[in-house]
């Protein structure tokens, strides 16, 4: 009984959390013109997704910050943080299919936007198991499935650099900075893990 009551309690936040999203969104594109609300939206998505890495990230990276309040706090949210990530990565995708008539019968859509249909696939595939019950049913295969998560951090820097090439927007720099700031901190942290195994 407890556990029904828990899961409904996440659905109803996570349900609150897209409305919330699509309002503030919505209010974000009217006031901010010259970035269209496509790019806003792939923007928030980073945003939200860095954010459900740092508390690893910096665990590995910076053991000393391991027990700040901020840390503690975003290890706690994580799951919603990560679901927002979804939503806002969904619409932005969505909105992309929509604005430019993506035909998505035809292989070679699949080959122009491969890393955004990947990284919502990995996206996808996170925020339907993020649940007390998929933690449970699954086990020690969850971890395994939670690590596709780093997949898109080798992922959204090429996915920016490739589809803004030539037309960046307000959002971009801070885009491209996040993303490759994100994945140098991975780097090290994986280097610093290596290393210490191979210490002991
Ligand atoms: C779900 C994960 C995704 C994330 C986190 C993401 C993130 C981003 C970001 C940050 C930008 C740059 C925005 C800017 O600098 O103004 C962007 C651009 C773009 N994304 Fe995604 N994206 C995702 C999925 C997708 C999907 C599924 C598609 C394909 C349908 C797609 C197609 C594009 C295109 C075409 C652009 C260039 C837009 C333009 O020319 O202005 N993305 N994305």
Avoid at 45 to 53: E, F, G, K, M, V
Avoid at 100 to 118: A, C, D, H, K, V
Wanted: charged content about 10%; some cysteine; overall charge positive.
């Amino acid at each position: 009984m407890r556990q029904v009551i828990v899961n409904s309690k996440s659905y109803l936040t996570s349900g609150i959390l897209a409305l919330t999203i699509y309002l503030i969104t919505l209010c974000l594109a009217f006031f901010c013109n010259p970035v269209p609300l496509a790019n806003l939206l792939g923007f928030f998505s980073l945003i939200a997704y860095i954010t459900t890495l740092i508390p690893s990230i910096f665990k590995r990276a910076f053991p000393v910050y391991k027990n700040s309040k901020a840390i503690k706090f975003l290890m706690n949210k994580r799951r919603y943080i990560g679901i927002a990530a979804f939503f806002f990565g969904s619409n932005h995708g969505l909105l992309l299919l929509i604005q430019r008539e993506i035909n998505l019968l035809s292989p070679l859509t699949y080959i122009e936007y491969f890393q955004g249909i990947s990284m919502l696939f990995i996206f996808s595939i996170l925020a339907i198991t993020s649940n007390d019950w998929s933690v449970k049913s699954l086990k020690v295969y969850w971890k395994k499935i939670h690590r596709l998560t780093y997949l898109v951090t080798l992922l959204l820097p090429w996915h920016i650099l490739d589809k803004m090439s030539i037309h960046w927007t307000y959002v971009t720099p801070f885009a491209v900075l996040f993303s490759l700031v994100n994945l140098c901190i991975f780097i090290f942290s994986r280097y610093k893990k290596q290393a210490s195994a191979n210490f002991k």
